[in-house]
């Protein structure tokens, strides 16, 4: 069956210092990659999604980054971190077919200090 | 474009209630629809997906939901709510043909004893 697996499980980051968190989806092959955020009391926001490997979508410009330097593996990254930055970062995965459900990390809370 | 619409970002009922979580849907195509949970700090977990098989959609935890065309709804069912059913609910839509899904803003299950 497949998992993911998503960590840290929480984040505490001074501003201005650098990010990464990892994500990686074992059990099956060319997943679509999705990293979203959730703010307190807000709805998810999709950040960065991928459909191959090299191939990211931004869908909010910010200053954040993503990876897929291998195939069952998405990197959120950020070189400054912003008091803004902080939230609930969820990854999920989703089979190649289009219209398939989303399959979630269990997240990483990030509080930036 | 699609879109999903939750009614009532909070909903409580007491334990034993019926809990009725609505959803309306907006796509010029058939939909697929999904139910998500969400408890607290952890990732989103697939409730139910409607895929055009069958209107009526049974899926995990007792909950069910139903698709109905001409009201564009599909709203997330349980007979009796358990203190266990505490938690935020996401109503989701597959972008058509796409790989990316179009969340609702949630609502909030308050089970009372």
């Known amino acids: 069956s497949q998992t993911i697996h998503q960590w840290p499980a929480t984040l505490v980051q001074p501003v201005g210092s650098p990010l990464s968190l990892e994500c990686t989806v074992e059990?099956?092959?060319?997943?679509?990659l999705y990293w979203y955020r959730q703010a307190a009391g807000r709805g998810l926001q999709l950040l960065f999604y991928?459909?191959?490997?090299?191939?990211i979508s931004s869908e909010v410009p910010q200053n954040l980054s993503a990876s897929r330097p291998q195939d069952r593996q998405f990197i959120l990254s950020s070189k400054k971190l912003l008091l803004s930055d902080s939230g609930f970062y969820l990854c999920?995965?989703?089979?190649?077919?289009?219209?398939?459900?989303?399959?979630f990390g269990d997240g990483t809370r990030l509080s930036i200090l | 474009a699609q879109s999903v619409t939750q009614l009532g970002s909070h909903v409580s009922v007491s334990e034993g209630a019926l809990v009725l979580l609505r959803c309306n849907y907006s796509s010029s195509v058939p939909p697929y629809l999904f139910w998500y949970v969400q408890y607290p700090n952890q990732g989103l977990q697939l409730l139910l997906k409607?895929?055009?098989?069958?209107?009526l959609v049974k899926g995990i935890n007792g909950f069910e939901a139903e698709f109905k065309k001409s009201e564009t709804s599909f709203h997330l069912t349980k007979p009796s709510a358990h203190m266990s059913d505490a938690a935020e609910y996401f109503c989701a839509v597959s972008e058509s043909g796409g790989f990316k899904t179009i969340f609702g803003a949630g609502t909030r299950l308050f089970v009372k004893a």
């Open positions: 059990g099956t092959s060319n997943p679509n």
């Open positions: 409607y895929t055009s098989a069958a209107t």
């Open positions: 991928s459909v191959g490997i090299g191939q």
């Open positions: 999920a995965w989703s089979p190649t077919d289009r219209d398939q459900p989303q399959h």
